[in-house]
């Protein structure tokens, strides 16, 4: 597997500095490519049928102790708070966590702009409000390694009272770890100081270790606020899950409808993005595509916008650099770095074809973007509200992420070009959320000190 060789070549244990054997590989473990895996949404009935599955459940859980290591399948464990609340975690404790967190991410709605066809009555019943508990994800190499990895999770919770399955979800993607529309995903990942790995070529410095776990000094010198105790909060992260729906069909007929060929179809697309489907960001190959360069790791994030100012190259609203904007002008000023996430999204449906259609839109494509970060919460609202949802900090009005965005229509994507701007009309909402949560990813030790209850 190409992506851990490359790992291993740059993981020096003497530069490690943090508690790796204490926090959950998943955070800072990359999804495999290919890969498959499960989402698992559990209720808690019973507090203490709940702290026993999660006290058994911890002993399958890898540290990051070995997080360079070749492993067959992992898995991650994340609550939300109406998942602490029926573990009867202290009050106290419960007080100490971020506001969104303890109101969850539907009642959140307003602040996430999560209205109209994205709002939480829309969403499947698994994340209904006080419903999702506690989140389990495997990751595997292959579907023989999950099936070894989801028995014994299901053992488990087999041998638990109190404890409801409601939702399962399985999903994957092949070697090219493309997403329902045909691009390649999840290619820019921050890297973490005091993780052991030296950052990749367009990665730049590594990002202060508080940003991502909690306990560690952030990029303001001090660390971020942490739940209660120390036992509870320290070397945990934040998590937020949201639930996307694919319109794939839909996304190429509006492709289709504005371009003249299959290479303007492939331009348009890719200038929606910001990379071609094989992974090739624009700045560096704006007139093709290039499936060596995307598929090569030492070069595909390797490049920023300072020689594109204008966005002639990668639009400025463009999906990918309204996410990142690296060091692009921004008309609303803002610190990129504490808005850095490690990406852990997931792919479910069949694989992007061209001649799909908005009739063969059956609801069976998706995403599960899920991402990673001790500011999770203030970040996803300033994502929706900011980033996503609106287009002020590019100078660009109301005009919305051209994939993501909630549009309202008709909405529109820029492409600047040369004498003026090109403005296209008639951008739908080509992912409906579907539902989401807000959680809190313990680390093993808190685990154990939930599952043993040991506030007591």
Not at 96 to 105: I, T
Not at 267 to 293: C, E, F, N, Y
Request: glycine share 8%; aromatic share 8%.
């Amino acid at each position: 597997m190409a992506f851990l060789t490359d790992l291993t070549a740059r993981f020096k244990r003497e530069h490690v500095t943090l508690a790796l054997d204490d926090i959950q590989a998943l955070i800072l473990r990359s999804r495999p490519e290919p890969y498959v895996g499960l989402h698992a949404m559990l209720h808690i009935d019973d507090a203490e049928g709940g702290r026993d599955l999660i006290r058994r459940m911890a002993e399958h859980i890898p540290s990051a102790a070995g997080w360079t290591d070749d492993r067959e399948a992992w898995m991650g464990m994340a609550l939300s708070f109406q998942g602490l609340k029926a573990l009867e975690v202290p009050q106290a404790s419960l007080d100490s966590f971020p506001l969104p967190f303890q109101q969850g991410m539907a009642q959140r709605s307003e602040q996430l702009r999560d209205v109209g066809s994205n709002a939480p009555e829309h969403w499947d019943p698994a994340f209904q409000p006080g419903t999702c508990h506690l989140a389990l994800t495997i990751y595997a190499r292959d579907q023989a390694a999950l099936d070894v990895a989801k028995a014994k999770a299901m053992d488990e919770l087999g041998r638990s009272h109190g404890v409801t399955l409601v939702a399962q979800h399985a999903f994957g993607a092949d070697a090219d770890a493309k997403n329902p529309f045909g691009f390649r995903d999840s290619i820019s990942q921050p890297s973490i100081a005091g993780s052991g790995i030296a950052p990749t070529p367009g990665q730049e410095r590594a990002i202060a270790a508080g940003e991502f776990i909690l306990g560690e000094n952030s990029e303001t010198g001090a660390p971020v606020a942490m739940p209660d105790p120390t036992e509870l909060g320290r070397n945990g992260s934040f998590v937020v899950l949201r639930k996307y729906q694919s319109q794939v069909g839909a996304f190429n007929d509006f492709i289709r409808n504005q371009a003249s060929s299959e290479a303007d179809e492939e331009l348009l697309a890719a200038k929606m993005v910001g990379r071609w489907r094989s992974g090739a960001p624009l700045v560096m190959s704006p007139d093709h595509d290039d499936a060596t360069l995307g598929a090569d790791p030492g070069r595909n994030n390797d490049f920023d916008f300072s020689k594109d100012p204008r966005g002639l190259l990668c639009p400025h609203a463009a999906h990918m650099r309204r996410l990142n904007p690296r060091d692009s002008q921004l008309t609303i000023l803002t610190d990129i770095n504490i808005h850095r996430i490690i990406r852990r999204s997931s792919t479910f449906g069949p694989k992007w074809q061209r001649s799909l259609t908005a009739q063969d839109d059956k609801g069976d494509s998706g995403i599960f973007f899920i991402f990673i970060s001790a500011r999770a919460y203030d970040t996803i609202e300033f994502f929706q509200q900011e980033w996503i949802n609106r287009g002020n900090f590019i100078d660009l009005g109301e005009e919305r992420d051209p994939l993501v965005g909630l549009q309202e229509p008709p909405g529109s994507f820029t492409i600047p070009e040369t004498p003026v701007r090109r403005r296209i009309d008639g951008v739908n909402t080509f992912n409906r959320l579907r539902g989401g949560e807000y959680l809190f990813m313990p680390s093993l030790s808190a685990l154990r000190w939930i599952g043993n209850a040991d506030w007591r």
